[in-house]
């Protein structure tokens, strides 16, 4: 069974930084490395968004505007990971951060971790 699994929500003051880690469970290595990596989020009463991807097996990356400068991602092909550090943390950036990627032609999303940013 191929699945994600989140880590390292929690909550932070604003300033603070945390680091969020996706590990895809079950996931052959040489699909992982080919697999475009990304992390969502979703507030409360919004849609979901694109925070950053990772594409190219990491070579290339993508940022949302309102996160460029403080996140950044990376991955760990070996452990068919994908990592997500986040600095400079506002409360805008409270929200449930989901990783997702495509498997067998579908989308598979992890079941998220909360990330909350007090003032």
């Known amino acids: 069974q191929v699945y994600l699994a989140e880590s390292g929500g929690g909550l932070v003051p604003a300033g603070g930084s945390l680091k969020l880690s996706c590990r895809a469970h079950g996931m052959i290595l040489s699909v992982f490395n080919s697999n475009d990596m990304a992390w969502y989020r979703q507030a409360p009463g919004q849609q979901r968004e694109l925070v950053a991807s990772?594409?190219?097996?990491?070579?290339?990356?993508n940022y949302a505007d309102s996160v460029k400068g403080r996140f950044t991602i990376s991955r760990d092909n070996t452990r068919r990971s994908v990592n997500l550090q986040m600095n400079g943390l506002i409360p805008e950036d409270t929200a449930v951060y989901y990783c997702?990627?495509?498997?067998?032609?579908?989308?598979?999303w992890g079941p998220g971790t909360q990330v909350t940013v007090s003032s």
């Open positions: 997702g990627t495509h498997y067998s032609g579908k989308e598979l």
């Open positions: 990772s594409m190219l097996g990491g070579r290339r990356t």
